[in-house]
């Protein structure tokens, strides 16, 4: 029987490839349905500060979503990648405030605010590959997500961005794995998941 990583590892390479199927319009589409479905949200609405991500590759187009709930007047954080793994947070001062960061991301310019300011984010939305019903999250496999997201609180709505397909109903999971509380996706929207 395979263990959990390699549980992990096959249900990434299995997922990105069915990502890897998806053109720029679906993939633009679907960061467009997800803002949507996000700006309706009342405590998005209502954060004063939310801690997002600039997608890259074949995430789910998440750079309207940042720029809307920026021109809406949120304090919008941004990851940057440290070289140890774990996440610092700068935030979007609008589209001309990014740089270029590691592995083709692009990052916030602003002055870093340390990994601790993950926890001072009303709402946080997070990337992933997959999630269940129970609220287990898969991500790139790098841990960054896992280190940051447990300096959350226990009260702090956090949301995995996903496609539609991405909803399965089990995620391998592994203690240091930190649960989400609802996913978005295209065409459902807001799901609750676990105790919410
Ligand atoms: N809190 C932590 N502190 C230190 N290392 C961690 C922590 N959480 C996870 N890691 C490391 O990250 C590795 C990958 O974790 P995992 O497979 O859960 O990644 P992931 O959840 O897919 O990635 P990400 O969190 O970046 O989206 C783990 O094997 C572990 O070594
Ligand atoms: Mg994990």
């Given at each position: 029987?395979?263990?959990v990583?390699?549980?992990k590892?096959?249900l990434?390479?299995?997922?990105?490839?069915?990502?890897?199927?998806?053109?720029?319009?679906?993939?633009?589409?679907?960061?467009?349905?997800?803002?949507?479905?996000?700006?309706?949200?009342?405590?998005?609405?209502?954060?004063?500060?939310?801690?997002?991500?600039?997608?890259?590759?074949?995430?789910?187009?998440?750079?309207?979503?940042?720029?809307?709930?920026?021109?809406?007047?949120?304090?919008?954080?941004?990851?940057?990648?440290?070289?140890?793994?774990?996440?610092?947070?700068?935030?979007?001062?609008?589209?001309?405030?990014?740089?270029?960061?590691?592995?083709?991301?692009?990052?916030?310019?602003?002055?870093?605010?340390?990994?601790?300011?993950?926890?001072?984010?009303?709402?946080?939305?997070?990337?992933a590959l997959a999630v269940d019903p129970a609220g287990n999250r898969l991500g790139?496999?790098?841990?960054?997500?896992d280190?940051?997201?447990?300096?959350?609180?226990?009260?702090?709505?956090?949301?995995a961005?996903?496609?539609?397909?991405?909803l399965l109903d089990r995620v391998p999971a592994e203690p240091?794995d930190v649960k989400v509380?609802?996913a978005?996706?295209?065409?459902?929207?807001?799901?609750?998941l676990g105790?919410?």
């Amino acid at each position: 029987m395979p263990g959990v990583n390699e549980e992990k590892a096959g249900l990434r390479t299995r997922l990105l490839a069915a990502r890897a199927e998806l053109s720029a319009e679906q993939r633009t589409a679907a960061g467009r349905a997800v803002r949507d479905a996000l700006l309706d949200r009342p405590e998005v609405q209502m954060a004063g500060t939310i801690a997002a991500y600039y997608s890259v590759g074949t995430e789910p187009d998440t750079r309207g979503l940042v720029f809307a709930l920026w021109k809406r007047g949120s304090y919008v954080l941004l990851p940057l990648l440290r070289p140890d793994g774990d996440l610092d947070w700068a935030s979007y001062e609008g589209p001309d405030s990014l740089v270029a960061g590691p592995r083709g991301l692009l990052e916030p310019g602003e002055p870093p605010r340390g990994p601790g300011a993950v926890a001072r984010a009303d709402v946080v939305l997070a990337p992933a590959l997959a999630v269940d019903p129970a609220g287990n999250r898969l991500g790139r496999g790098g841990g960054s997500y896992d280190r940051a997201l447990a300096r959350v609180g226990p009260m702090i709505p956090l949301l995995a961005l996903i496609y539609d397909a991405e909803l399965l109903d089990r995620v391998p999971a592994e203690p240091h794995d930190v649960k989400v509380r609802a996913a978005v996706s295209p065409g459902s929207g807001v799901t609750v998941l676990g105790a919410g």
